[in-house]
């Protein structure tokens, strides 16, 4: 199903994502398999995704304009209304209002989701190469490859 959705959008997917929380927890009844073993039995390759905090600075770092567009490097499409919705609401926890203290470096559970997947984006550090042709292939320097 996923072969035929990705054909039929004309998409060509150079790396699969996951939660690596979710990934690597135990899928079923059986503790040693895990939802990436899952996904990899089915044919459906999966890394799981770094999750360090680095990826909110490279985000910050992608929404301010190019020195050579002057466009964002990310943007959000319109249509992405979920996205924006958990974008807009995402917010960082709070002291008691009584207590004089900066914000926690920690954010709310809540809409969550759309960040942390950009999150995971960001902390790939994906280029536009390789998501347009996928890894680089090595090749043994001195082997002809093609037509003679």
């Not at 150079?14 to 939660?19: G, K, R, V």
């Not at 503790?31 to 910050?60: C, H, P, Y």
Request: glycine share 6%; proline share 7%.
């Amino acid at each position: 199903m996923v072969d035929e959705m990705t054909s039929d959008l004309g998409l060509f997917i150079a790396q699969s994502l996951t939660d690596p929380n979710m990934g690597a927890s135990p899928s079923g009844q059986r503790r040693d398999v895990t939802w990436k073993d899952e996904f990899d039995a089915a044919g459906l390759m999966v890394d799981l995704a770094d999750d360090s905090s680095v990826g909110r600075q490279r985000i910050n770092q992608m929404l301010r304009p190019d020195p050579d567009t002057l466009r964002p490097r990310l943007f959000i499409h319109p249509r992405c209304k979920k996205t924006i919705y958990q974008f807009e609401r995402h917010v960082w926890q709070e002291f008691s209002k009584h207590v004089d203290r900066d914000q926690k470096q920690e954010v709310k559970d809540k809409y969550t989701d759309a960040p942390a997947l950009l999150k995971y984006l960001a902390n790939s550090d994906p280029s536009f190469r390789f998501l347009k042709s996928g890894p680089h292939v090595i090749t043994r320097p001195g082997v002809r490859r093609g037509a003679y």
